[in-house]
């Protein structure tokens, strides 16, 4: 186990950089027992833990002032069974990496978000989760889990072993122990078939329960200051593969998608009065396009323009409703919004503080190039989503605190007193769940 203390160049940084912490001591454990061993230390000199993964949250859920865990060191796939069609991995594992892994095997996530390079536990412990009519987020595909609680115990979890504590630690938000492993529900390798086109907006929303309906993964972005949207629907496939060509995939993911947009961000950052019309050229440079492939290739896509982002889940039925309210916020308000509105849907699940616990969501996520002022467009788009009853996504920007999530979460007092059995000295908090969990 390698354990540094933090000097003048100890401070952490997420990869949105508007979060930073300065650690009294890193620890980067190889092993369960050194995790434990790390936090028990911890305990004895009066430090909080927490634990970070690839710091793609953009709020301080992992930021700390006390011992950093760095998982980089518990990577790895543990086991395939294929008889129960499971995989066991080592929470530091990043998706791209389980995902690849999974491929080779012939094996797959039935469900995936669009970016992976995250870990696996980051990624579930905040409910990260891509789009689906049926299928729903990561966590909702965990069939046991491993952690390390406040006492330096191990913990293991399913639906059969500790399941209030499965029911919860699915997405902990950290605050239940240290995430050490995961398994995962897998099925053979599939194709999906993408088709990528633009809509009008006002389209998309009179047809939005037909699209929603008629397909397993759909999902659009919405372009502020235009009627555009680009739309993607995503559907199993018998076949054959029909990669997007290496050259193709160039041009419209990295060239346009990437370069063109990050140039596009820039000269909107420096001339702000040029946004819209950067919006009604960036809203047609995409033109359709259909191809077949295998999931991670279809679901994921590479994401290097920086920004900050706020996300709510809101009831699926109150999706168009709120969208049309956001649309006239923003047309009427005088903002420069120069990246896209990205709007998606989950089905229900069981995870007690899952955005889409008990009841069908739809997402909607807002977002400003890194380094941009984001507080007013954020803060009139979270007066609508709440509005609406809306759950912020755990990881994205909010003000929201327990008070409020104990109104839209029916099952936050379930949490709250697993939390306080877990950790009733508190050795996993910071002041974010403070602020979302109360003391």
């Given at each position: 186990?390698?354990?540094?203390?933090?000097?003048r160049?100890?401070?952490?940084?997420?990869?949105?950089?508007?979060?930073?912490?300065?650690?009294?001591?890193?620890?980067?454990?190889a092993s369960?027992?050194?995790?434990?061993?790390?936090i028990?230390?911890?305990?004895?000199?009066?430090?909080?833990?927490?634990?970070?993964?690839?710091?793609?949250?953009?709020?301080?859920?992992?930021?700390?002032?006390?011992?950093?865990?760095?998982?980089?060191?518990?990577?790895?796939?543990?086991?395939?069974d294929?008889?129960?069609?499971?995989?066991?991995?080592?929470?530091?594992?990043?998706?791209?990496r389980?995902?690849?892994?999974?491929?080779?095997e012939?094996?797959?996530?039935?469900?995936?978000g669009?970016?992976?390079e995250?870990?696996?536990?980051?990624?579930?412990?905040?409910?990260?989760?891509?789009?689906?009519?049926?299928s729903?987020?990561?966590?909702?595909?965990i069939?046991?889990?491993?952690?390390?609680?406040?006492?330096?115990?191990?913990?293991?979890?399913?639906?059969?072993?500790?399941?209030?504590?499965?029911?919860?630690?699915?997405?902990?938000?950290?605050?239940?122990?240290?995430?050490?492993?995961?398994t995962?529900?897998?099925?053979?390798?599939?194709?999906?078939?993408?088709?990528?086109e633009?809509?009008?907006?006002?389209?998309?929303?009179?047809?939005?329960?037909?699209?929603?309906?008629?397909?397993?993964?759909?999902?659009?972005?919405?372009?502020?200051?235009?009627?555009?949207?680009?739309?993607?629907?995503?559907?199993?496939?018998?076949?054959?593969?029909?990669?997007?060509?290496?050259?193709?995939?160039?041009?419209?993911?990295?060239?346009?998608?990437?370069?063109v947009?990050?140039?596009?961000?820039?000269?909107?950052?420096?001339?702000?009065?040029?946004?819209?019309?950067?919006?009604?050229?960036?809203?047609?440079?995409?033109?359709?396009?259909?191809?077949?492939?295998?999931p991670?290739?279809?679901?994921?896509?590479p994401?290097?323009?920086?920004?900050?982002?706020?996300?709510?889940?809101?009831?699926?039925?109150?999706?168009?409703?709120?969208?049309?309210?956001?649309?006239?916020?923003?047309d009427?308000?005088?903002?420069r919004?120069?990246?896209?509105?990205?709007?998606?849907?989950a089905?229900?699940?069981?995870?007690?503080?899952?955005?889409?616990s008990?009841?069908?969501?739809?997402?909607?996520?807002v977002h400003?190039?890194?380094?941009?002022?984001?507080?007013?467009?954020?803060?009139?788009?979270?007066?609508?989503?709440?509005?609406?009853e809306?759950?912020?996504?755990?990881?994205?920007?909010?003000?929201?605190?327990?008070?409020?999530?104990?109104?839209?979460?029916?099952?936050?007092?379930?949490?709250?007193?697993?939390?306080?059995r877990?950790?009733p000295?508190r050795?996993?908090?910071?002041?974010?769940l403070?602020?979302?969990?109360g003391?």
């Amino acid at each position: 186990m390698s354990s540094t203390a933090s000097g003048r160049n100890g401070t952490w940084r997420n990869w949105g950089g508007n979060i930073a912490a300065r650690p009294a001591r890193e620890v980067t454990p190889a092993s369960v027992e050194e995790l434990a061993a790390a936090i028990r230390r911890a305990a004895e000199d009066g430090l909080p833990v927490k634990a970070v993964g690839s710091g793609h949250s953009f709020t301080s859920i992992a930021a700390t002032d006390g011992v950093l865990i760095r998982p980089q060191l518990l990577t790895g796939i543990c086991n395939v069974d294929r008889d129960a069609m499971t995989v066991t991995v080592e929470a530091g594992t990043p998706l791209k990496r389980l995902n690849m892994a999974l491929a080779r095997e012939g094996l797959s996530l039935t469900n995936m978000g669009d970016i992976m390079e995250q870990t696996v536990s980051g990624a579930t412990s905040t409910g990260t989760h891509g789009t689906g009519r049926d299928s729903a987020s990561i966590a909702a595909q965990i069939k046991a889990l491993e952690l390390v609680t406040a006492d330096g115990s191990v913990l293991t979890c399913s639906e059969k072993e500790n399941p209030e504590v499965f029911a919860s630690a699915r997405i902990g938000l950290g605050a239940l122990g240290v995430v050490t492993a995961i398994t995962f529900a897998v099925e053979p390798l599939f194709l999906l078939s993408a088709r990528e086109e633009p809509m009008p907006f006002d389209r998309v929303l009179a047809d939005f329960d037909e699209l929603w309906a008629e397909n397993e993964h759909f999902e659009f972005y919405w372009f502020p200051h235009t009627g555009s949207t680009n739309t993607k629907r995503n559907n199993r496939s018998a076949g054959p593969e029909k990669p997007v060509s290496q050259l193709q995939g160039w041009f419209e993911d990295e060239f346009l998608s990437n370069g063109v947009f990050q140039v596009a961000q820039w000269v909107g950052r420096a001339v702000p009065a040029t946004i819209p019309a950067i919006a009604q050229v960036s809203s047609k440079a995409l033109s359709a396009r259909t191809y077949t492939d295998i999931p991670y290739k279809v679901f994921t896509s590479p994401r290097r323009v920086r920004f900050v982002e706020m996300e709510y889940a809101v009831a699926r039925e109150a999706v168009v409703e709120t969208l049309r309210e956001l649309k006239a916020m923003v047309d009427r308000s005088g903002l420069r919004v120069s990246f896209p509105v990205e709007v998606r849907t989950a089905p229900a699940d069981d995870i007690t503080l899952s955005t889409a616990s008990g009841r069908d969501s739809a997402y909607i996520a807002v977002h400003m190039a890194k380094g941009t002022p984001f507080q007013r467009y954020f803060t009139a788009a979270e007066r609508i989503f709440t509005a609406h009853e809306g759950r912020p996504h755990w990881g994205k920007v909010h003000t929201r605190d327990a008070e409020y999530f104990a109104q839209v979460y029916p099952r936050f007092g379930e949490f709250t007193k697993l939390r306080d059995r877990l950790d009733p000295d508190r050795r996993f908090q910071n002041d974010y769940l403070r602020r979302v969990l109360g003391a």
